[in-house]
């Protein structure tokens, strides 16, 4: 996992596949990054700082505002098949557009889907990520229900619970809150941000740039399908960012 604090934000990335056994916390310490090995040669491992993280192989962290990553490949625990209505589960009910009390903000919405053609502009060139070098650029990715409502569920639980990181306080990670909306992925993936100076999207992903490991996150080729979560809620960091990213399995 990699965190990064700077004085306007928090940013935290995640990335797990498979072959990723264990979880991992990590602490954040202002211009200090720790690696960590996680799971098998090739994952990717786990590093976190003060100004990016990624968890479980990719997370990062800052101070006034948030921006963590995730990536998982073992869906096998999905139990919404995909003829479904990827809203009517009770776990998307509660983050859908028509939820039962008041629907999902139409201004939240709208900067989730400015979210998506964010990062689809950042991936339509070459992109360079620090230690990861330049990037090619990457397929656009489509924004996909499932995908979403994990992303709005976990805004949400950081904005209700106060709280900033993959891990919740129940222990669930970003494959977990996959599984529970129902997304079979082949890898997927996390990134978050929080803090009052990220209003829009561009704000957001421009903090996110900021962490090398963010940045490659979002550039990732593997990745097709994309979900995206905005909260303002009464958390410490006031603003609450998800980014989701998967590639269903079997694909």
């Known amino acids: 996992m990699t965190s990064t604090t700077g004085p306007t934000g928090t940013w935290s990335s995640l990335r797990r596949t498979e072959s990723v056994t264990a979880r991992l916390a990590a602490t954040v310490a202002l211009s200090a990054t720790i690696a960590l090995a996680c ?20 997370a990062s962290e800052t101070g006034e505002t948030s921006v963590d990553s995730a990536a998982t490949t073992d869906s096998a625990a999905s139990t919404t098949s995909e003829g479904d209505d990827p809203w009517a589960s009770p776990y998307c009910q509660q983050v859908a557009d028509d939820r039962p009390v008041n629907g999902w903000l139409e201004d ?25 070098g330049e990037l090619p650029a990457a397929s656009p990715l489509v924004m996909n229900p499932r995908a979403q409502c994990a992303a709005r569920s976990h805004s949400l639980d950081m904005a209700t619970r106060d709280f900033f990181g993959h891990e919740n306080p129940d222990g669930e990670l970003v494959g977990d809150r996959f599984n529970n909306a129902g997304y079979s992925y082949a890898i997927a993936g996390e990134n978050l941000a929080g803090g009052v100076s990220l209003e829009s999207a561009e704000q957001a992903l421009a903090g996110l740039l900021t962490s090398d490991d963010h940045c490659a996150n979002m550039m990732g080729p593997d990745y097709t399908e994309f979900g995206a979560g905005f909260v303002e809620g009464s958390g410490a960091l006031t603003l609450y960012w998800t980014q989701t990213f998967g ?5």
């Open 39 to 58: 799971g098998d040669a090739g994952d990717g491992g786990t590093a976190e700082t003060t100004d990016s993280a990624t968890a479980a192989t990719d």
């Open 108 to 132: 939240w919405g709208a900067r989730e889907q400015a979210m998506l053609e964010a990062v689809n502009n950042l991936r339509s060139s070459p992109t360079t990520c620090g230690k990861h």
């Open 247 to 251: 590639r269903p399995a079997g694909s």
